[in-house]
């Protein structure tokens, strides 16, 4: 993979629309791939469907990924792309609007890097999803790939 990228799975207009935002106001310049339901991101993910002609070896750096997505689940995602070796170590960002208990016991049980709730308040989210873009793309140590 030449440039690291992005995996937004991220049904709300909105919220894309403020998460590209606080990426573009923290200086993210990698690709962000905005897939809209969970169906679409795990045929992204293992190059099928639509996106057959891609390469599946050639995974995102991290994924930000909503539980309630339309066609497959946010946790249904998370279960298969863990249950891959293909996509096993993709670092995955559980980044939703749910504050409920078992929402963030299922998706550690799944086996997420992390879990964060989208912050109600303009400000708030712009900062907490460009931090979470500085860390994943310039802190963090991914998994080595397989050769």
Do not use: C
Not at 66 to 81: A, I, M, S, T, Y
């Amino acid at each position: 993979m030449n440039k690291k990228t992005i995996l937004l799975v991220e049904d709300n207009a909105n919220d894309e629309f403020l998460t590209l935002r606080a990426l573009k106001k923290y200086k993210v310049a990698n690709d962000v791939v905005v897939m809209r339901d969970g169906a679409e991101a795990l045929d992204y993910l293992f190059a099928t469907g639509s996106f057959a002609d891609r390469n599946a070896n050639d995974q995102p750096v991290v994924m930000l990924l909503d539980l309630k997505l339309p066609k497959v689940d946010g946790l249904e995602v998370l279960r298969r792309v863990r249950a891959d070796e293909r996509t096993r170590y993709v670092p995955v960002v559980i980044l939703t609007s749910s504050n409920e208990e078992k929402d963030v016991i299922n998706g550690y049980k799944l086996g997420t890097n992390s879990y964060v709730q989208k912050p109600v308040d303009f400000t708030a989210f712009v900062d907490a999803v460009g931090q979470l873009g500085l860390y994943w793309l310039m802190l963090n140590e991914p998994a080595p790939h397989k050769t």
